[in-house]
């Protein structure tokens, strides 16, 4: 496996799956997302999927075979994904979980993949008559593994008797800026929504030199994390449209090609004029199948006989996707950023020298990214800052 065309590929999906969700789950509210989290969770079922239901979710997350999706992950587990607090750098935290109904077995390979690879330890619970209990558990491991931010990943009701495996993922991130922003000159300042109406929100300033590029119809931002003695360079990139009600636009821009981001991030520190960053905290959720099968990747959700190689057990033949939901928080303020996410996928029985100015005074995009391989951790925009 080539881990910069891994990377790429992912990058891709996500810019793919980031115009989905704006045009179906987020067209009048703030959005957060982990493409990371996701990613791993389909990446699991493909490890359990053989058909059709392989070639989709290989053919819709851009991978050759399951073995190098698993490669990926692996890496992305034991390297990109590893805490950095140690060093100076930002604390992250990743953890994956499995339940699986008692009265079935996981295949030996899929165990074996689950534990070495996914490095989680798959355990047995009864579905049938204590899926109540079961979401409680499965809801307060998220909640621990995101140090609290994500609360019931798992809505009332999702579980069921007919449910037979839950596949998690969480992922928490903590960083501090390497600039940080005096909150004593943080003040109030108009932010203007997609509607042209104005609303008062507290804004951060700077008159330090930012990391700032110029593209046509377009600015981005580049605020770097704190990295200590670690190699890895998260930063938080602002992708920031000149016009007002700009944002449609350039989201449309994120699927115009591969390298989209790759060719749009700072390089080099300018000196700004006016500069201003709203604080912003958002929580964001959905339930994934719809806009999966939007974008084409539909096997998973229907069956039958494209999960057998999960469970050793006929009921394999029954077996399918129920729902993936996924549930995000960030908290960006003058000390860094909060940010966490969590990803279910349930498994059931058919039944971006000269002065310029950075006034992020009206929807923009936000991702943050590790500089080094470029993978993407969290994305998202911002409508409105005061609502989260």
């Known amino acids: 496996m080539d881990l910069r065309e891994a990377i790429a590929s992912q990058t891709d999906v996500t810019l793919t799956l980031t115009n989905r969700l704006i045009a179906t789950e987020a067209t009048s509210k703030n959005l957060i ?4 989290s996701i990613h791993v969770v389909l990446s699991l079922i493909a490890a359990g999927s053989k058909g059709q239901t392989l070639d989709q979710l290989l ?7 399951s073995d190098d999706l698993g490669t990926f992950v692996s890496h992305l587990v034991d390297v990109l994904l590893a805490d950095g607090a140690g060093n100076g750098g930002p604390k992250l935290a990743v953890a994956n979980g499995v339940w699986v109904d008692a009265s079935l077995k996981l295949k030996a390979k899929f165990e074996q ?55 998690t993922n969480a992922i928490y991130f903590k960083g501090s800026w390497t600039q940080q922003f005096d909150a004593s000159a943080t003040k109030d300042h108009d932010f203007h929504l997609l509607t042209g109406i104005p609303v008062k929100a507290p804004f951060m300033t700077s008159k330090k030199k930012q990391f700032v590029a110029e593209f046509d119809g377009f600015k981005v931002l580049g605020l770097p994390y704190k990295q200590g003695e670690d190699k890895r360079q998260f930063s938080m990139y602002i992708f920031l449209p000149d016009a007002k009600d700009g944002l449609p636009a350039l989201t449309e821009n994120l699927g115009s090609g591969s390298g989209f981001l790759d060719k749009h991030i700072p390089r080099s520190k300018v000196p700004v004029g006016q500069f201003l960053i709203p604080k912003f905290k958002i929580s964001f959720g959905f339930e994934a199948s719809k806009v999966f099968k939007g974008l084409g990747l539909v096997s998973p959700f229907t069956g039958p006989e494209g999960l057998t190689e999960m469970v050793d057990s006929p009921q394999s033949l029954d077996l399918y996707v129920s729902s993936i939901f996924h549930k995000a928080f960030i908290e960006v303020n003058e000390e860094g950023t909060e940010a966490a996410a969590a990803t279910a996928g349930l498994i059931a029985r058919m039944s971006y020298q000269m002065p310029t100015d950075f006034v992020a005074d009206h929807p923009f995009l936000f991702f943050i990214r590790e500089n080094m391989t470029g993978v993407v951790l969290f994305i998202g925009h911002v409508l409105n800052p005061l609502e989260n």
Do not use: M
């Open 33 to 36: 997302y982990s493409p990371v």
């Open 113 to 167: 993949v689950v534990s070495g690879v996914y490095k989680a330890a798959a355990k047995q619970v009864d579905f049938q008559t204590k899926h109540v209990e079961v979401t409680s558990e499965v809801n307060s491991w998220a909640n621990e593994k995101t140090s609290g931010l994500i609360k019931d990943i798992l809505p009332a009701g999702s579980v069921d008797h007919t449910t037979r495996l839950i596949l």
């Open 59 to 65: 053919s819709f997350l851009k991978s050759k075979s």
